[in-house]
């Protein structure tokens, strides 16, 4: 199908996980696609990523700079380091406006701009966040296992972390007098010997990065290896909400709506990664977005087919 010169097959705009593999696939079926990426990928604070097969323990820079080399080796695609700063159009044709002032076009777009995780007002939290301030044991807890840990209250859920935490170490569940476990959860804390500490943790202290132990509202101090949490969230992008798509809500913030193909509710608008699911991981994203460039191909052939002669 002869196409409109300058206007792509497809537009991904976020280059991590679920952008590259998506971008991946689209460049395996040899369709014409425009990488849109920032240079700022969620994990850019951790030193490792784990959980990845066959490449457990590399450095998320690394990683994500193999796959992009890799997929600059396919002639059909093109990067550009900007920000997505706006989206319009219909399925079939979409413009996106780039920072630099430059418009780019579109059949298809998948988006995979991610999440900005929003880190509790406490003195020293922010800076050690992705090294001794955690999110997730599966991707860091072996690290740290066996040391005295930490779980900070940041919603409702918090205790159901804090009943994950003791298979990696000794646990201190802090409420921050605002999350306190109901009965049940309580019984379940103490049998596995966690703490639970109701007096607001104020900072956090360590050497360089690591901590070391938190302060407390009263002025006593506990000493942790690792502290875990579940911040809240917010979209690092508003493109989905200028389109149109459909948002759902999660226990830490909203996330985008698709199916199980990964189509938003905007006909030709895909999305995949963080962005669009409630859980969170890099194998996760690195799946979702292999779907959305697949459906995004499946969605062109479905639109070529539709104008062939006799159809």
């Not at 101090?221 to 809500?249: N, R």
Request: contains cysteine; glycine residues 12%.
């Amino acid at each position: 199908m002869e196409t409109t010169p300058g206007l792509h097959d497809v537009i991904v705009v976020g280059g991590s996980f679920a952008g590259l593999s998506a971008a991946l696939m689209l460049a395996r079926a040899r369709k014409r696609v425009l990488l849109v990426d920032a240079g700022q990928p969620r994990n850019r604070f951790a030193a490792e990523a784990h959980g990845v097969i066959g490449h457990d323990g590399t450095p998320p820079e690394v990683l994500l700079g193999n796959a992009v080399a890799q997929l600059m080796a396919y002639p059909t695609v093109t990067l550009k380091v900007a920000t997505a700063t706006g989206v319009s159009g219909h399925d079939g044709h979409f413009t996106l406006a780039l920072d630099g002032g430059e418009q780019v076009e579109a059949r298809k777009v998948v988006l995979a701009t991610g999440v900005t995780d929003l880190m509790p007002d406490i003195r020293g939290m922010r800076e050690r966040w992705g090294t001794g301030i955690l999110h997730c044991p599966y991707c860091h807890g072996f690290e740290v296992a066996g040391r005295a840990l930490g779980v900070l209250a940041t919603c409702a859920m918090s205790s159901h972390q804090a009943l994950l935490i003791p298979e990696w170490g000794p646990t201190t569940y802090f409420t921050q007098g605002q999350f306190e476990p109901d009965d049940g959860e309580r019984r379940l804390l103490q049998a596995l010997g966690v703490a639970i500490e109701t007096t607001p943790v104020v900072a956090v202290e360590g050497a360089g990065r690591s901590v070391e132990r938190v302060l407390l509202a009263d002025g006593r101090s506990v000493p942790i290896a690792a502290m875990f949490l579940a911040p809240a969230q917010e979209l690092a992008s508003d493109l989905a909400m200028q389109i149109g798509c459909e948002l759902d809500s999660g226990p830490l913030g909203p996330f985008v709506k698709v199916d199980g193909m990964k189509q938003t509710s905007v006909a030709g608008v895909f999305a995949a990664g963080d962005l669009a699911a409630p859980m969170q991981s890099a194998p996760m994203a690195l799946a979702a977005g292999q779907m959305a460039g697949l459906a995004a191909h499946r969605a062109l052939m479905e639109d070529d087919r539709r104008r062939l002669p006799g159809d």
